[in-house]
């Protein structure tokens, strides 16, 4: 039996590791223990996605709380980069969405509402798109109306969409629906991206490699690492897709 070993630098594109922000860590104390903790998993590059709604943390907020993590995990010693981005309540418009991509560049994390898929959705991505945006939905595994139906995923990522699951999912942390309909995704090919979409050290934390060996099982190392290396890099270079 071939041995999976994890890739050596893995990207993580959603994480709410910003404190006193969202409902991540509520003070630096609590940024710097997920950063340890996604270090420590094998995660090199970060990206700190604080929740964009329709009342949002203003830019400048978010790079204050950036510049001072970084600092804190530059003096800790700690072998992590953290970005900025956001993660984007799908109806915000293009012109807000623009202002909370990966690292400045034309990828967009948007998540829809947790209880279904709004019947707005498609209207919603191609407006990003007619603007240069390429969104990137996230954890629909976790989205009833996906669940009972992938197919409505599926309409998405064919009108351009990309898609990023939580690493979670695979291992059952969001339950046996989101395990299964997670894993029909990914052996159907529909999706771009593990992520962590961490919140705490200790309540979802910013863990990817149990997520990526699960994916291996399911469509090999080569593509599960593409998952959270190849893929991701792209995405925070803000390379074509």
Same mark, same amino acid.
């Given at each position: 039996?071939?041995?999976?070993?994890?890739?050596?630098?893995?990207?993580?594109?959603?994480?709410?590791?910003?404190?006193?922000?969202?409902?991540?860590?509520?003070?630096?104390? #609590?940024?710097?223990?997920? %950063?340890?903790?996604?270090?420590?998993? *094998?995660?090199? &590059? /970060? @990206?700190?996605? =604080? +929740?964009?709604?329709?009342?949002?943390?203003?830019?400048?907020?978010?790079?204050?709380?950036?510049?001072?993590?970084?600092?804190?995990?530059?003096?800790?010693?700690?072998?992590?980069?953290?970005?900025?981005?956001?993660?984007?309540?799908?109806?915000? #418009?293009?012109?807000?969405? %623009?202002?909370?991509?990966?690292?400045? *560049?034309?990828? &967009? /994390? @948007?998540?829809? =509402? +947790?209880?279904?898929?709004?019947?707005?959705?498609?209207?919603?991505?191609?407006?990003?798109?007619?603007?240069?945006?390429?969104?990137?939905?996230?954890?629909?595994?976790?989205?009833?109306?996906?669940?009972?139906?992938?197919?409505?995923?599926?309409?998405?990522?064919?009108?351009? %969409?990309?898609?990023?699951?939580?690493?979670?999912?695979?291992?059952?942390?969001?339950?046996?629906?989101?395990?299964?309909?997670?894993?029909?995704?990914?052996?159907?090919?529909?999706?771009?991206?593990?992520?962590?979409?961490?919140?705490?050290?200790?309540?979802?934390?910013?863990?990817?490699?149990?997520?990526?060996?699960?994916?291996?099982?399911?469509?090999?190392?080569?593509? %599960?690492?593409?998952?959270?290396?190849?893929?991701?890099?792209?995405?925070?270079?803000?390379?074509?897709?």
């Amino acid at each position: 039996m071939e041995v999976f070993l994890l890739p050596e630098f893995m990207i993580d594109i959603h994480c709410h590791i910003l404190h006193d922000i969202d409902d991540g860590p509520a003070d630096l104390a #609590g940024s710097l223990a997920m %950063a340890h903790l996604a270090a420590a998993d *094998g995660t090199r &590059v /970060l @990206v700190a996605t =604080p +929740h964009v709604t329709l009342n949002p943390p203003s830019s400048a907020l978010i790079a204050g709380r950036l510049a001072e993590l970084n600092s804190a995990i530059a003096q800790a010693g700690i072998e992590l980069r953290v970005l900025a981005g956001g993660d984007n309540l799908y109806n915000l #418009g293009a012109e807000t969405l %623009a202002r909370y991509s990966i690292n400045g *560049g034309p990828y &967009v /994390l @948007v998540e829809y =509402p +947790h209880t279904h898929l709004p019947a707005q959705a498609g209207a919603s991505l191609f407006d990003a798109l007619s603007h240069g945006l390429t969104p990137i939905i996230t954890h629909p595994e976790r989205n009833p109306s996906v669940v009972q139906d992938p197919q409505l995923l599926i309409d998405l990522v064919e009108r351009g %969409a990309l898609v990023q699951l939580t690493a979670e999912s695979l291992t059952g942390g969001f339950g046996g629906s989101a395990r299964s309909c997670a894993r029909y995704l990914l052996k159907k090919g529909l999706v771009h991206f593990l992520a962590s979409d961490g919140h705490s050290a200790d309540w979802r934390p910013p863990v990817l490699s149990a997520g990526v060996k699960a994916a291996a099982k399911l469509i090999g190392p080569e593509a %599960a690492r593409r998952l959270v290396v190849d893929n991701p890099a792209r995405v925070i270079e803000g390379l074509d897709w």
